[in-house]
T-cell receptor
Framework: AQSVTQLDSHVSVSEGTPVLLRCNYS??????LFWYVQHPNKGLQLLLK??????LVKGINGFEAEFKKSETSFHLTKPSAHMSDAAEYFC??????????????FGKGTMLLVSP | DAGVIQSPRHEVTEMGQEVTLRCKPI?????LFWYRQTMMRGLELLIY????????DSGMPEDRFSAKMPNASFSTLKIQPSEPRDSAVYFC??????????????FGNGTRLTVT
């Protein structure tokens, strides 16, 4: 079974300061991990993904995430927040296929608030 | 590329009425997913299709919910009869493959359903 825990429901930062959104996962096998972003009244958009290649993954808009197997973590970071980064972020895990098909399990989301 | 198109964007209905949500996936995508998003439960997978065939409907909450995909360019999610606890944002997503190693999930902008 797979699960994902986003440790913070809300994170507030000032524009220009670093962003850290935390995610821990559990998986019976080697997982694939993703971060999606959702802006208000929009669908989710893929930020980045980890699929057993390099452990440090770079995504769009300056975000990156590091896969740490020993800590079962996949935290999302950005060196300097922009106002446009204000959105909800979802950590997602996918495990070995069930009946031949994998599905994605979404975390509950972290709302990122960016103040001027 | 018009993206995944969902209609309507908003639906307000009275308890007991039938509700039909519609989705047009991206052309060429062979997987289609229906998700429900609520504050309490986050993003839940309801059902998904591969090449128009339902693969896993274990997330469908009860018999009041049904989904169809009569062809590669159209899917519906129907609730009959609707109840207030069905109020949520319903997302449709499509992908090439399962959204893991191939292309990511592409989400529509969702249908916000309110049942009074």
């Amino acid at each position: 079974a797979q699960s994902v825990t986003q440790l913070d429901s809300h994170v507030s930062v000032s524009e220009g300061t670093p962003v850290l959104l935390r995610c821990n996962y559990s998986s019976s096998y080697s997982p694939s991990l993703f971060w999606y972003v959702q802006h208000p009244n929009k669908g989710l958009q893929l930020l980045l993904k980890y699929t057993s290649a390099a452990t440090l993954v770079k995504g769009i808009n300056g975000f990156e995430a590091e896969f740490k197997k020993s800590e079962t973590s996949f935290h999302l970071t950005k060196p300097s927040a922009h106002m446009s980064d204000a959105a909800e972020y979802f950590c997602v895990v996918s495990d070995t296929p069930r009946g031949g098909y994998s599905t994605l399990t979404f975390g509950k989301g972290t709302m990122l608030l960016v103040s001027p | 590329d018009a993206g995944v198109i969902q209609s309507p964007r908003h639906e307000v209905t009275e308890m007991g009425q039938e509700v039909t949500l519609r989705c047009k996936p991206i052309s060429g995508h062979d997987y289609l997913f229906w998700y429900r998003q609520t504050m309490m439960r986050g993003l839940e997978l309801l059902i998904y299709f591969n090449n128009n065939v339902p693969i896993d409907d274990s997330g469908m909450p009860e018999d009041r919910f049904s989904a169809k995909m009569p062809n590669a360019s159209f899917s519906t999610l129907k609730i009959q009869p609707s109840e207030p606890r069905d109020s949520a944002v319903y997302f449709c997503a499509s992908s090439v493959g399962r959204g893991i190693d191939n292309s990511p999930l592409h989400f529509g902008n969702g249908t916000r359903l309110t049942v009074t």
